[in-house]
C-alpha cells in the first residue's frame, strides 16, 4: 500500500508541474480581443482546435482531471 501512494505522490508531481508550464504557456485570453475588429477570420482562428493553442487547451483539460482524479484518491487513501 504504501508503494502504491508513492507511486501516485510522484505521479500527482509530475501532473503538478506539467499544468503548471502548460499553462504558463497558453496565451492570455486578452489576446482574442482580435475579433472585433474581424481578425478572429484567420485561417487559426477558423481552424483553433487543430492549432497549438487548441492542443494546449485540450491538454490542460485532461491534466486537470487527472490531477483532481489522483489528488482524490490520495486523499480518500490517506487513513
Not at 508513492?6 to 489576446?31: D, N, P, R, Y
Not at 487527472?66 to 482524490?72: D, W, Y
Amino acid at each position: 500500500m504504501a508503494v502504491l501512494k508513492m507511486v501516485l505522490m510522484v505521479i500527482f508531481i509530475i501532473i503538478s508541474i506539467g499544468l503548471t508550464v502548460i499553462v504558463l504557456m497558453q496565451e492570455g485570453k486578452s489576446a482574442g480581443l482580435g475579433a472585433i475588429s474581424g481578425a478572429a477570420d484567420t485561417y487559426w482562428g477558423k481552424n483553433k482546435g487543430r492549432s497549438m493553442e487548441g492542443i494546449l487547451v485540450k491538454l490542460t483539460r485532461a491534466l486537470v482531471i487527472l490531477f483532481l482524479v489522483i489528488a482524490a484518491v490520495l486523499n480518500i487513501g490517506s487513513f
